[in-house]
């Protein structure tokens, strides 16, 4: 029997997690600039909460939950987004109400689960790095948060990158498009493809977002929904594209982007990858406006922005961009325990360093001096403190300095009274 790990899944490795902490902790320096706090909601949640907020006839919905009946015949699902779980949460803890900041601005890192095709750049279980502002309709909320994910990726060092944005306005435009959408796309009724034709009547803005060829070709000849923003969605979509323009911030305009989710309303973004090897995954980031979700979920009528980005999508484009990751090769001490008889003092040792906040390591394997110097080379060791029972007779150790090769004789005891005083006098470099 062969343990694999299952379809859709990876195991993030040594080498590869270093990656992942630099992506997370840039995000987090940047939302804190922003001050957005950081949020922390179930993997699984009530079925009903995403089905309600993500909207049946979407494809996360009708193919790709996780879920499943729990033991007590609840209906439960692993979440695959966080937007709808976060909306349950605000409502659920009143976070709305006069005591919380406004806009309440929150973010998320961790694992999504959607039961989809796996491919290079799409899994069964991803993760998501994502933000949401609840209560802000200023446009300026819109910008400044599609500036802050424009900022992360610019401090990731990502170039190659591309703001698109389109409004799905507001209730009344998309009854008005919705109309036009069906009188043009009726004629095709049998030429679209089979989720096409039940989405028409259903859902016929989920055409748009339709992966088929067949379907593409009307889509693109489709009306557009800009002809039908009602004047507050007009001028909420004016002045997101004047903002931009005092910001700078250059944007492309694609009006039959749609997203996946039928939460949305006037702003919808994403932010393309144009690296190499991106292929049909190089939506690193989308996001926009959910103005209907609070109330949607039973919460008081309470305006919404935010996006999602995949970290697996990112970490791609750091790899297709050649943008190399600093790597943290640094440790304070390592101990080399020469003979057997010095096994329990380089014990002693390492965890006397780590005790006054040091890193340490040392070698557990038995081996010749000289390779332990080795590791203690390639793990970026700064002393090396060496322990044979010669020293330990002595009551000694001798601690080098990797960096000047100096080294020096100190007693057992100044280095488990003050390791600290030291390191000080080991590492501080002498000039000549
Ligand atoms: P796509 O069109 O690629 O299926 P989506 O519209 O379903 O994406 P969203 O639900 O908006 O995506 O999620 C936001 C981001 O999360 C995407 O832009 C992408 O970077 C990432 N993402 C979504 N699904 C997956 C997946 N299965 N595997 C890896 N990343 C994903
Ligand atoms: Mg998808």
Redesign the pocket.
Known sequence: MNYQRPKGTADILPGESEKWQFVEETARLIFRDYQFQEIRTPIFEHFETISRSVGDTTD?VSKEMYDFYDKGDRHVTLRP?NTAPIVRAFVENKLFGPEYAKPYKVFYTGPMF?Y?RPQK????Q?H?IGVEAFGSSNPATDVETMAMALDFFKQLGIQQIRLVINSLGDKETRKNYRQALIDYLEPHLEELSADSKRRLHENPLRVLDSKDPKDKQFVAEAPSILEFLTPASQKHFDDVLKMLDALEIPYEIDSNMV???DYYTDTIF?IMSDAKGMGA?S????GGRYDGLVEELGGPETPGFGF???I??VLMTLAMEEIVIPAINELDAYVVAIDDGTNLEALKLVQAVRNFGFSADRDFMHRKPKAQFKSADKLGAKLVLTIGEEELLKGVVKVKSMATSKEQEFRLEEVYEDFPEIYDEMTTKMFD
Request: glycine content about 12%; hydrophobic content about 35%.
């Open positions: 996360i987004e959607r989809e750049g799409r899994l069964r991803f998501q997203r996946g989710l994403e995954q939506t690193i980031c989308a999602a980005m995949g697996e999508r």
